[in-house]
């Protein structure tokens, strides 16, 4: 099995940053695209950003210019740095990543637990 585990979630005043992380851990052939989303209280999940494998990057509008996302595929894990961050930006954030079962070969498309971000005006 295969799990995500995140981290760098917190309260953070109008103007601030943050850096979530996202380890993969578990029976790991290779990673394909990983991403950030993003669910308000009341509101749809949303993509935030995301990552292909070879880095190249994908961003939602609303965190063009403030939000950059990385990877680390030697230690399978997923950065998203939040800069510049607004009220509205307040969220439980979910990792997302995409890969192939070992065994099996299937596509296997897993979700993190989440970690809220809450910015405070």
């Known amino acids: 099995q295969v799990h995500l585990v995140e981290s760098g979630g917190g309260l953070v005043q109008v103007g601030g940053s943050l850096r979530l992380s996202c380890a993969a851990s578990?029976?790991?052939?290779?990673?394909?695209?990983m991403g950030w989303y993003r669910q308000a209280p009341g509101k749809q999940r949303e993509l935030v950003a995301s990552i292909t494998r070879a880095g190249s990057p994908n961003y939602a509008d609303s965190v063009k210019g403030r939000f950059t996302i990385s990877r680390d595929n030697a230690k399978d894990t997923v950065y998203l740095q939040m800069n510049s961050l607004y009220p509205e930006d307040t969220s439980v954030y979910y990792c997302?990543?995409?890969?192939?079962?070992?065994?099996?070969?299937?596509?296997?498309?897993?979700w993190g637990q989440g970690t809220l971000v809450t910015v405070s005006s």
């Open positions: 578990g029976s790991i052939f290779i990673i394909n695209n």
């Open positions: 997302n990543a995409n890969l192939p079962d070992v065994t099996t070969g299937r596509n296997l498309e897993l």
